[in-house]
């Protein structure tokens, strides 16, 4: 029996929830808390998504909060299908409405993990600590693609932890893992702090168009210096050079090869690329979450008058 869960924090992983709780209830194996929260307890909990959970576990967490808000504003998977086809979307977090655990590889593309850790702003870590008493994962520390608190525009920080789940699970909270003294850096790339504002801004803006971003954003290009026929750019390596040059001065850990950036013309969905592009076409977060239709309009304008 589930006596009680913890305070669930702003912007905290869902991971970080539960290893909270791991530690205040004492138990002494994850195998324990696995058992009460899990539906089955051999099941490795998630660090960045959600799992399928004990029937008490589910019945708490729909008390307190919407299970669609759990999956948005508490998992890492707003990163991954942001700009999803409607139908996919709506199956997405009806799976998890019904405590069925979505397999992410059915997303379209594969979720990276080796090599990356769980990372931490320490301005935010002291804070945390100052207010709650301790510190937690924050979600938006955790954005693959940006290296900034959007806060405080410091330098986040890797930890000693892995974000890949392997064959033993165990719980790590943040409070256990981050020392108490540790210097944040500022950063003074002007580049790197906008665009982790920008792709922030991207994944916490609710949508209200379910059109295609690919379409979107060819109408964009078409009337943009690279201009576009179909979904053919015709200055394609002026607008790939562009998007390189972009990801260097915004310190982008993954660049995409000339092919795999073509795909996003197309229909591949990989939302660093899309927000990247979106920066340098300066598409305000709001407009390229939402498609907007006057946008659109001025591109089929274009095209009758061609």
């Not at 960045?48 to 919407?66: G, V």
């Not at 100052?130 to 693609?145: A, D, I, L, P, S």
């Not at 892995?162 to 909270?173: A, L, R, T």
Request: charged residues 30%.
């Amino acid at each position: 029996m589930i006596g009680f869960m913890p305070e669930l924090y702003p912007d905290e992983l869902v991971y970080s929830w539960i290893a909270r709780y791991h530690v205040r209830t004492g138990h002494y194996s994850y195998q324990q808390t696995a058992k009460h929260l899990l539906d089955k307890k051999a099941n490795i909990v998630s660090k960045r998504f959600l799992n399928e959970y004990s029937d008490e576990f589910f019945n708490i967490i729909k008390n307190n909060i919407t299970i669609k808000e759990l999956v948005i504003k508490y998992s890492m998977l707003s990163t991954y299908i942001k700009f999803l086809p409607k139908d996919k979307y709506d199956n997405l977090i009806e799976s998890y409405e019904n405590n069925l655990r979505y397999k992410e590889s059915a997303i379209g593309f594969k979720i990276r993990s080796d090599g990356i850790n769980m990372r931490y702003c320490p301005i935010c870590a002291k804070e945390d600590r100052e207010k709650y008493g301790e510190t937690y994962w924050h979600r938006e520390h955790q954005f693959v693609g940006i290296n900034v608190c959007t806060k405080h525009k410091c330098h986040l920080v890797n930890s000693e932890m892995s974000v890949k789940n392997i064959g033993k699970s165990e719980f790590y909270v943040a409070e256990h893992i981050i020392g108490q003294h540790n210097d944040a850096e500022i950063s003074n790339n002007e580049y790197e702090i906008k665009f982790a504002k920008y792709f922030t801004d991207v994944i916490n803006t609710e949508s209200n168009n379910d059109s295609n971003i690919t379409e979107y954003l060819n109408t964009v290009l078409w009337n943009s210096e690279y201009k576009t026929n179909g979904c053919m750019v015709k200055n394609f390596n002026k607008l790939y050079n562009d998007y390189s040059e972009l990801c260097k001065k915004i310190n982008a850990s993954i660049i995409s090869s000339q092919p795999s950036f073509r795909e996003i013309l197309k229909n591949k969905r990989r939302t660093l690329d899309i927000c990247i592009l979106g920066m340098l076409l300066n598409i305000s977060p709001y407009d390229l979450v939402n498609r907007r239709s006057e946008e659109r309009r001025v591109g089929k304008e274009g095209r009758s008058r061609r």
